[in-house]
C-alpha cells in the first residue's frame, strides 16, 4: 500500500520538524515548506493527500497560499487542514472556506487529536 503524502506549510523550524517527525512515524510520507511560496509550489507539483497549513507564514500568508491552490485545477479539491496560533474563528471564516473541523488552533491541539483528524480526513 502507498503512503500518504502529507505537505506540512509551516515556517517555525522546531514544529515542522516535530510534525515531520511525527507524521513520519505514523507511515505518513511528510514533506516539508517553510514559506508560503514553497507550499504553493509544493503542492501544485506534488499533489499530497493533505496539506496542514500555517497562516502566518514569512512570504505570503496562509490565506493567500489557501486561495492560489484553490485556483488550481487539483487544488480545488485538495484536502486542507489549518494550524495556526494567532487566528480568530472569525477571522478565519471569513478569509478561508473551511469546516471548523479543518482549524486547529495552536497550542490547543494534542498530537493525538491531530492524528485522529488526519486519519478522519484520509480515510
Do not use: C, H
Request: hydrophobic share 45%; aromatic share 6%.
Amino acid at each position: 500500500m502507498e503512503k500518504k503524502k502529507i505537505l506540512v506549510i509551516e515556517d517555525s523550524p522546531y514544529l515542522a520538524e516535530s510534525l515531520f517527525d511525527m507524521l513520519s512515524i505514523k507511515g505518513y510520507e511528510a514533506v516539508l515548506a517553510p514559506t508560503g511560496r514553497e507550499g504553493v509550489a509544493m503542492a501544485i507539483e506534488q499533489k499530497p493527500d493533505l496539506i496542514l497549513l500555517d497562516i502566518r507564514l514569512p512570504d505570503i500568508d496562509g490565506y493567500e497560499v489557501y486561495r492560489r491552490i484553490r485556483e488550481t485545477d487539483w487544488g480545488a479539491k485538495a484536502k486542507i487542514m489549518v494550524l495556526t496560533a494567532s487566528e480568530s474563528v472569525d477571522n478565519i471564516s471569513k478569509n478561508i472556506d473551511l469546516p471548523l473541523e479543518d482549524v486547529l488552533f495552536k497550542p490547543n491541539w494534542s498530537v493525538m487529536d491531530l492524528l485522529a483528524r488526519i486519519e478522519e480526513r484520509l480515510s
